[in-house]
């Protein structure tokens, strides 16, 4: 609900909550093990947002940079921040922090060239910061090629055809997705976007199916 509200203080003090109830409590742990890494620096990622809605656009940064240090491919964080900064009129700096995590998943793809989902989160990452589209349509079609039963590639591929204005292609295509699994409230939603929203319009900020 706090991302929803855009109440990031709230969603980071939420996150320390959860952290600190595992800490003291014998026999709680998270069952995915990453989630001793993506927990933490989750909070440090909504303290950034705060900061930057607070306009504190340097110190937004650094937290920013500080969790890039540690997790170079945490493309959700940049994407919370690259638009807003980009509003903003900090263009320069949007480019910065994209570009760190779009050559750290260059970096992935050179290294393992049939991973697919190297690419297909540089190509979200590119759709969520409008930057490096058209490289981004070819990366995503790969990973689609790729996987093909992973539908959240294809939905990439039809999300960049929105960002470039090709609306109609996107259309059709998450027509198709939302044809095939007519339980997804979150393919209706983007498929009413993309026949009547605009292209710079943000991503949804959760997926509540």
Same mark, same amino acid.
């Given at each position: 609900m706090s991302l929803l509200l855009k109440d990031y203080e709230?969603?980071?003090?939420?996150?320390?909550?959860?952290?600190?109830y595992l800490l003291r409590t014998p026999d709680v742990?998270?069952?995915e093990g990453h989630a001793y890494l993506t927990v933490p620096l989750s909070v440090r990622g909504y303290e950034a947002r705060a900061l930057?809605?607070?306009?504190?656009?340097?110190?937004?940064i650094a937290r920013a940079k500080e969790c890039l240090a540690v997790m170079p491919g945490n493309s959700d964080l940049v994407i919370g921040?690259?638009?807003?900064?980009?509003?903003?009129?900090?263009t320069k700096e949007a480019d910065g922090l994209f570009r760190l995590v779009w050559d750290a998943y260059?970096?992935?793809?050179?290294?393992?060239p049939d991973s697919a989902w190297a690419r297909y989160s540089a190509a979200w990452l590119a759709a969520g910061c409008r930057r490096e589209l058209d490289k981004?349509? #070819? $990366? /995503?079609?790969?990973?689609?090629?790729?996987?093909?039963?992973? &539908?959240?590639?294809?939905?990439?591929?039809?999300?960049?055809?929105f960002r470039r204005g090709e609306r109609e292609k996107a259309v059709t295509?998450?027509? #198709? $997705? /939302?044809?095939?699994?007519?339980?997804?409230?979150?393919?209706? &939603?983007q498929l009413e976007r993309y026949?009547?929203?605009?292209?710079?319009?943000?991503l949804p900020e959760v997926d509540d199916d």
């Open positions: 709230a969603a980071a003090a939420a996150n320390r909550r959860a952290i600190h742990t998270y069952v930057l809605a607070a306009g504190k656009v340097d110190e937004a921040l690259v638009p807003e900064l980009d509003r903003l009129g900090h260059a970096r992935v793809i050179r290294d393992n981004a349509v #070819e $990366l /995503a079609t790969k990973a689609a090629e790729l996987e093909p039963g992973l &539908r959240s590639y294809k939905e990439a591929v039809a999300e960049l055809y295509l998450m027509a #198709e $997705l /939302a044809a095939a699994d007519r339980r997804s409230f979150h393919y209706k &939603r026949r009547t929203a605009d292209a710079a319009s943000p």
